[in-house]
């Protein structure tokens, strides 16, 4: 495979074709694979790429796969997809650089995004487009430890950003009510704040949004 390809891994056969259906409409090489060992014993040096991956599969897992290809240092991208998301799987995902973490039933137009993502991370960026992606002054000045700002987002209150944090570790209502003293309505009042203020529609999402501002 001497141009980018993107790998499927799936031991579900309905999503490979439909993955692989997807993306060669969409103009991209594709090669598919049952396990995370047929995809390993199939590996080749010069392969290049983005891999796609579920994170349940019989034998190893998709995050397992994802950690083998980061200790080959291999130049391929991985995107994370899983109909069993939480944040703490989330977390590790962003945590070994995966390129996005994607829930299923997904959007084709976010896996198709990821999936161009992870290529342009392969090929390194232009020098255009790593000028584009260097904040201003002013865009660093607006964004708060921690928080996950975008230009023209809410800032978050002191609370609201103490409540994110412990999500992002993957702290249920409950036990952040504990830490922070506060009742569990209270709690949940500020996660749907946050989440609103953020453009998020879950908490692996803002999960998504806050590794990727914080560079992780």
């Known amino acids: 495979m001497h141009r980018q390809t993107v790998f499927v891994v799936d031991d579900d056969p309905s999503v490979r074709d439909a993955l692989t259906l997807l ?3 969409h103009g991209h090489a594709c090669a598919a694979f049952a396990s995370a060992e047929d995809f390993l014993g199939a590996l080749q040096p010069g392969w290049r790429g983005c891999v796609v991956a579920d994170i349940r599969m019989s034998g190893m897992s998709g995050l397992q796969l994802q950690a083998r290809l980061k200790e080959k240092g291999l130049p391929l991208a991985v995107v994370v997809v899983t109909a069993h998301g939480d944040v703490a799987a989330a977390r590790q ?5 995966a390129v996005d973490f994607i829930e299923k039933p997904f959007d084709s137009d976010q896996l198709l995004r990821a999936v161009q993502a992870g290529l342009a991370r ?5 020098p255009a487009a790593a000028d584009a992606a260097t904040p201003t002054p002013q865009a660093t000045h607006a964004q708060t ?3 996950a700002p975008v230009g023209g987002t809410p800032a978050l209150s002191p609370r609201e950003r103490e409540v994110m944090l412990l ?3 993957g702290l249920h209502n409950r ?3 504990e830490e922070l003293g506060i009742s569990h309505r209270t709690v949940e009042v500020h996660k749907a704040r946050v989440l609103e203020k953020l453009g998020a529609r879950s908490v692996v999402e803002l999960v998504r949004l ?7």
């Open 210 to 216: 806050v590794d990727r501002n914080s560079g992780s």
């Open 167 to 169: 999500l992002v570790q």
């Open 23 to 25: 993306l060669s409409l």
């Open 93 to 97: 995902a962003f945590m070994a650089d």
């Open 122 to 126: 392969v090929r390194g960026p232009a």
């Open 145 to 147: 430890p921690g928080a």
């Open 175 to 177: 036990r952040i009510a």
